[in-house]
């Protein structure tokens, strides 16, 4: 929601420094206070990717009902499974998990019987930064109708930021902390994290981040994760070494492909060897090139943008740039259940888009300015489950050292249970030299 200026009237976005129309200093309202949710009661961590016969198709905005149900009833059959196969799951929890699953199936089929055939998916990410006019003083982004920048108040001289080609990409250097942690729970990590220079022709350099929360028993889950780490990083390195893509659409193709190789690479591995079959593995990538990142994104590990000067367009300190691609997420989305419940719902971690599980995969991909200040931070649902959206804030960008905000994020994780594997990527973006 914008604000107004006190001096002119103009309209002003909340977080905004100084009137971009008169360049007058505003009133700043304090932080928002945030509180920490409450411990989640600790339960055995349960993990599943759906197979393509179970595939859950969103075709633009809306979802199929039947489709829903469908993943929901095999939901359920995982469960009924795992009672039968496996003594990691008790007879309580597979029953307290189906009954849940009954009432959303129930509420499901009700909606059905009422007449609707889709739901529309409500839950959109945030449109980031609209801000085409850098500040020359300060290296702010601002509208393109701003006179004065809204972070220094310095007077713009308002050349676009980002035409095809028009303007050389800032100088911008980067401060990388990678970190994962088995947690409190499991035996093994299965995450896998890697960060690492790219070299580009004409000697530029891109830099890689990339999550990936692996799922399989025994050690394929571990094996699921760093095959898609490795390939994608080999197919970035190969590909990038010789051309160049000009454009945020060619970085996006070339991250799809990457993926998509490691997609091939790990099906094939998981029907190639009984012991691999059925693993699978979350991929999320970040590469940063010039004052441009790009992100590719399968499953729920997820990829934010902070900065406390606001990266959305109403100036909210953080943006996840990444749809989970799991059936709480969908669940939310319709109302069936809320984000607080997604977070310790059994099926949390059950996914309806992952690498490996089919021959075929659909990639997320998008790309988002950068500017000095800027945290690039991907995580590992192992984070997400404990710590909330305003803690990463809190912490990311209040403690200067990516390496001791990433260990402190997953310590935070571990003292409220550390259920799961937690992977922490930390970017810190800094104005180089021009
Ligand atoms: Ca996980």
Known sequence: ??????????TVMPRSRFCPTCGRA???SPPRPSAPPPA??????????????????ISGDTLDLRELINVVESSVRWWQRGLSSSDAVTREQAARAIDELSQIMRSLSQQLAQGRTTIRITRRLPALRAFEVVCPSCGGGNRANARFCQRCG??????????????QPRALTFHVAARTDTGRVRQQNQDAVYTGEIDLPGQQKAYLCLVADGMGGA???????RLAADVSRAYLEQESSSRLPLTDEAWQALLRDAVRAANRRIYDAAHADAAHRGMGTTLTIALLV??????????????????????TDDGAPSAQLTSDHSLVARLVDIGQLTPEQAR????????????????????????????????????SDGLVNHVSDEEIVQIACGEPDPDRAAARLI????????????????????????
């Open 154 to 167: 310095a007077l713009l001289n308002a050349a676009p930021r980002y035409g095809v080609g028009s303007v």
């Open 219 to 225: 050690a394929a889950g571990e094996y699921a994760s």
């Open 344 to 379: 310790t719902h059994p099926q949390r971690n059950i996914l309806y888009r992952s690498i490996g599980t089919d021959p075929s995969v659909d990639v997320d991909t998008r790309s988002e300015g950068l500017e000095p200040g800027d945290i690039v931070l991907l995580c």
């Open 290 to 311: 010039g004052d441009r990142l790009h992100i590719a994104s399968v499953g729920d590990s997820r990829a934010y943008l902070l900065n406390l000067n606001g990266v």
């Open 40 to 57: 989640a009661p600790v339960d055995p961590p349960i993990e599943g990717a759906l197979t393509n016969s179970k595939r859950l198709q």
């Open 1 to 10: 929601m914008n604000a107004r200026c006190p001096s002119c009237g103009a």
């Open 26 to 28: 505003l009133p700043q």
């Open 411 to 434: 310590s935070l994780a571990n003292e409220r249970g550390g259920r799961d594997n937690i992977s922490v990527v930390m970017v810190r973006v800094e104005g180089g030299r021009q």
